[in-house]
């Protein structure tokens, strides 16, 4: 099997090892890290979900904006 050798920076590695278990290779963590769907295309499946509840987006925003003042004028 071929190998490749990347530089990453020192957070970075941290951050791999704090995930990676403890019988698992970093080869074997980064193909479990980018399997399957990327993040974006996971939200997409909800793209248009509110508007099949009866919500229209002008609404929501507007109910939003109200939560929003809400909370920071208790904060």
Do not use: C, N
């Not at 980064?30 to 509110?50: H, N, Y």
């Not at 508007?51 to 609404?59: I, K, Q």
Request: aromatic share 6%; proline share 1%; hydrophobic share 35%.
């Amino acid at each position: 099997m071929a190998q490749k050798t990347i530089g990453i920076r020192e957070g970075v590695y941290q951050r791999l090892r704090a995930l990676k278990g403890e019988d698992e290779s970093f080869s074997d963590l980064i193909d479990r890290l980018v399997e399957g769907d990327k993040p974006a295309d996971e939200l997409l499946k909800f793209r248009g979900a509110w508007r099949s509840h009866g919500v229209d987006a002008e609404s929501l925003k507007e109910e939003l904006r109200r939560d929003r003042q809400r909370f920071e004028a208790r904060v």
